[in-house]
């Protein structure tokens, strides 16, 4: 049926196994859990959902007994079967039953057979469950909610992670909170944390997203104190921050910065520079002179990459075919087309 897509046929298949009282097993339960996220099944996803709440039931009232060797372990609700739960609310969108989920899993009954990831989830990783739920739908509130909650109820020394705070980074990253970035910050050196180059990734993009392009080159030189100097990621995002903000002379200096400091120049800072030419150029109607040196910047870029031995991707060439386009280029357009199909490329990928 999942293979088939045959969606209409899950909750016939549920209501075969109970009118025949066939066992229905946790890793069947699992299977059915992840058709019910995959089609987004709301009422199937909810039926699966009472059975393992009753299941729970069941098993907790047998352990209280005494009678937790009666347990058939096939039947068991490990944490695995939570995990699959709360992915399939996550995928359908339906917050609160998330919640639900986890608070029914921070209660799993304990079993010393069983591996840590399949028995009862930990506060704090319940609330970094959350947090990375709700950033990764775009809920700035709730992360804030929930990050509040967490520090309120577990206190930053035992709930706050690394983890955790790149969760916070990213969500004010992708909502322009930038002055949120500073309670970060302060995180880190509360638990005395030590920032990866992600860390820094998240903060130097935040203030790039918020034009901030002065504090944004500030926190790459803190990166290079710290240690990820080297790290091309880094770099890429301040050239992309500002090429997108149209400072082109300045996502040149800051290449060629990285030469001047030993760096290696890869692919996603040159797809960045091209693609800020390009979105320049197209601005720039009515002025030739200023076109022509955008594209002559565009074309001479693509040759050192080819030079240096950096094979251009569909990106690379996206950008070189808008300015062509524009320019009525079409002798160079179709140059450009045959060296892409030597590359492997096909003009359908450039526009898929």
């Not at 035992?158 to 916070?168: D, P, T």
């Amino acid at each position: 049926y999942q293979r088939r897509v045959r969606v209409n046929r899950f909750d016939h298949l549920l209501s075969f196994i109970k009118s025949n009282q066939i066992p229905l097993y946790s890793k069947t339960l699992v299977q059915l859990i992840n058709a019910a996220k995959e089609h987004r099944l709301f009422t199937l996803a909810d039926k699966l959902h009472q059975i393992v709440s009753k299941r729970v039931q069941k098993q907790r009232a047998m352990i209280s007994a005494g009678n937790q060797s009666a347990i058939d372990e096939e039947m068991r609700v490990t944490g695995d079967v939570y995990k699959s739960l709360l992915q399939m609310y996550g995928e359908q969108l339906r917050p609160e039953l998330a919640e639900k989920v986890l608070e029914e899993w921070k209660e799993l009954p304990l079993h010393p057979d069983l591996p840590p990831h399949q028995q009862a989830l930990p506060e704090t990783e319940a609330y970094n469950h959350l947090l990375k739920y709700y950033n990764e739908t775009n809920q700035p509130k709730e992360v804030d909610r929930v990050a509040k909650n967490l520090i309120d109820k577990v206190g930053v020394a035992q709930g706050i992670s690394l983890s955790s705070i790149h969760i916070l980074l990213d969500s004010y990253r992708k909502s322009a909170a930038v002055d949120r970035v500073s309670e970060c910050v302060k995180l880190l050196k509360e638990k005395g944390l030590r920032p990866t180059v992600i860390t820094f990734q998240l903060i130097v993009d935040s203030f790039c997203r918020a034009g901030q392009m002065k504090e944004a080159e500030e926190w790459i030189e803190r990166a290079v104190e710290n240690g990820w100097g080297k790290k091309e990621m880094l770099w890429f995002t301040l050239i992309r921050g500002f090429a997108s903000a149209g400072q082109l002379d300045e996502a040149e200096r800051i290449i060629r910065q990285m030469r001047s400091r030993g760096l290696r120049v890869g692919l996603l800072s040159y797809n960045a520079l091209m693609e800020g030419y390009s979105k320049v150029h197209a601005g720039l109607q009515g002025k030739e002179k200023e076109r022509e040196l955008l594209r002559n910047k565009l074309l001479k870029t693509y040759k050192r990459m080819n030079l240096e031995g950096i094979k251009a991707d569909k990106w690379s060439f996206a950008s070189l075919f808008e300015v062509l386009k524009r320019d009525g280029l079409l002798n160079e357009a179709t140059f450009l087309l045959q060296e892409m199909k030597n590359l492997g490329y096909t003009p359908q990928q450039l526009f898929q």
